[in-house]
């Protein structure tokens, strides 16, 4: 493969997006260009290597021998250009995965953030679970999220780095006319009995439907078997209107309309909540991010474990790192 004297950086961040999506339209959407534009980038770029870096048909594109070599070259250009950047103060906007819209956690931190480094964008995005959002962290679509590291897989979790940031008390929400409603807490062994939704069979949140099956275990509370895919808080909402099942939650769960929120007790169920990143990441805006996590967490108390506060055994090397 010749290399040419001179390479714009704009050329192999076009041919890294498309290797990350392999589909030219969603890289364009990704880079915010044209998708016509995205194509003449590439094809420069490989009439100035003299190599052709993709196989396009009508139904896929994959990348070539001569692009799986350039794959590792071009990331490391372009992560040296960003570093040079935000050496000088211009960054690119930092992209910060908040879960979901009404959960506190992430939004305190991102906010604290911004209060430290206004000089740099930190922009909030809203999906759901940290399974969903680790294939986009590795692939660099996204910057940092926040959820339950113990829960990823292996292999998701060898290129991502972490920050434990809270033990975040459970809750659960009720229909208002349910038995258990009049409770200022409920007791765990009260659920008893009782189906409670815990997102099973959503692919972006297995690490939320895992944490309950370790905390219903031996206790007579059955997981909810999967249901329909509700996008949006309205659907959500109608869903389980419908079906009428407890929902496993957090103390800060967005209020719904015809439900009570009541925390967990007997004992204290924790959800352990980590800041998470692509290992190598480097950006001004996320040094913010991670000294507004630790402030908090420090004058909060966050990573104080309340007496008879619970986890699963498999966390506890992961908030505990220094143990």
């Not at 396009?56 to 990348?63: N, P």
């Amino acid at each position: 493969m010749p290399t040419p004297a001179h390479l714009d950086p704009r050329l192999l961040r076009a041919f890294v997006t498309v290797a990350e999506e392999l589909h030219f339209t969603r890289a364009a959407a990704r880079l915010y260009i044209a998708q016509q534009a995205l194509s003449r980038d590439v094809r420069r770029l490989e009439r100035e290597l003299a190599a052709e870096l993709f196989v396009r048909t009508t139904r896929q594109v994959t990348l070539t021998a001569d692009g799986e070599r350039l794959l590792p070259y071009a990331r490391r250009v372009l992560a040296a250009q960003d570093e040079l950047l935000a050496a000088f103060g211009q960054a690119r906007p930092l992209l910060v995965d908040l879960n979901s819209q009404g959960l506190a956690t992430g939004r305190r931190v991102l906010h604290r953030a911004r209060e430290l480094a206004p000089e740099h964008e930190l922009m909030a995005r809203y999906e759901s679970g940290l399974t969903g959002a680790a294939a986009d962290l590795l692939a660099g679509r996204l910057d940092a999220s926040f959820g339950r590291v113990a829960g990823l897989a292996p292999a998701l979790r060898a290129g991502l780095a972490h920050q434990p940031v809270r033990y975040e008390p459970m809750a659960v929400v009720l229909p208002d006319d349910h038995p258990l409603a009049p409770l200022e807490a409920v007791p765990l062994a009260a659920l008893a009995g009782e189906t409670v939704y815990a997102g099973a069979g959503n692919p972006r949140t297995p690490e939320w439907t895992d944490l309950a099956h370790r905390l219903f275990e031996g206790r007579g509370i059955r997981v909810a078997s999967p249901l329909p895919l509700a996008v949006g808080d309205e659907e959500f909402e109608r869903i389980m209107a419908k079906t009428r099942h407890p929902i496993l939650a957090v103390v800060d769960f967005p209020a719904m309309p015809r439900t009570v929120l009541r925390p967990l007790v007997e004992p204290v169920p924790l959800s352990p909540v980590s800041l998470v990143w692509r290992k190598g990441l480097v950006h001004p805006g996320f040094d913010a991010l991670r000294r507004a996590a630790a402030e908090i967490a420090t004058s909060e108390g966050w990573l104080t474990r309340p007496t008879g506060g619970w986890i699963p055994a498999t966390d506890e090397a992961f908030m505990n790192p220094h143990k």
